[in-house]
């Protein structure tokens, strides 16, 4: 069951969560959240990075979507250094 409470916002912006639902759901000082507004509505979801098996995942999907699309490291360095602004 969802735990409801009301907090308030500072003249800084800042915003409580109330202990209750820090504890359930396990955040900590530093946790990062994204933050969503629409119309009355802000939601705040708390993001973490990937698990190093999640990671490995990743990394070999988009090594097999690379080698599928035909793109090689020299490509990819080449657009790094584009967007640097360092043409070679």
């Not at 955040?27 to 507004?37: D, I, M, P």
């Not at 993001?47 to 979507?65: C, G, H, Q, T, Y």
């Not at 699309?69 to 990819?76: M, Q, S």
Request: hydrophobic share 40%; proline share 3%; glycine share 6%.
């Amino acid at each position: 069951m969802a735990n409801i409470s009301t907090t308030k916002m500072s003249s800084k912006g800042q915003v409580v969560i109330p202990e209750a639902i820090r504890r359930q759901l396990h955040l900590k000082a530093g946790t990062q959240f994204v933050v969503v507004g629409e119309k009355d509505v802000v939601i705040l979801k708390n993001i973490s990075p990937p698990s190093i098996e999640e990671f490995d995942a990743l990394i070999m999907n988009v090594r097999k979507k690379a080698k599928e699309a035909g793109i090689k490291k020299d490509d990819i360095k080449k657009v790094i250094s584009k967007v640097r602004g360092k043409r070679k």
